[in-house]
């Protein structure tokens, strides 16, 4: 896990690949907010998330400041990381687990 990195524009564009990866935003107690992926643009996805454009109104409300990155070969390390830190880091903001791309892929924590 690479990080952590403070959440802007800047930081994103000197660090973050467009390619398949999974990120943790965190708060400025380093307390994970969500945690989520990219399948094709993980620094597109991570944009997302600055304040000025988050549409998700619980995130916005829990102030990310920070954000950790790994960036994959493909989606289903990808997912295969996001369910990891899914599970370890119970993030406050992820209501549900990982959505998997297909049906032959299982979480690795869980099975699901
Ligand atoms: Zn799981």
Redesign the pocket.
């Known amino acids: 896990m690479r990080g952590k990195f403070t959440l802007n524009t800047a930081n994103i564009d000197a660090t973050v690949p467009a390619t398949s990866g999974a990120y943790v935003l965190v708060n400025s107690s380093n307390n994970a907010v969500y945690v989520g992926m990219s399948d094709t643009d993980l620094n597109g996805r991570l944009k997302n998330h600055l304040p000025e454009r988050e549409e998700n109104s619980w995130i916005k409300r829990s102030f990310p400041t920070d954000f950790y990155f790994e960036s994959t070969a493909n989606s289903q390390e990808a997912y295969r990381l996001e369910?990891e830190w899914?599970?370890q880091y119970r993030p406050s903001c992820n209501t549900a687990?990982p959505a998997k791309l297909s049906y032959s892929w299982a979480?690795p924590?869980?099975?699901?």
């Open positions: 369910c899914f599970h687990h979480c924590i869980c099975g699901l």
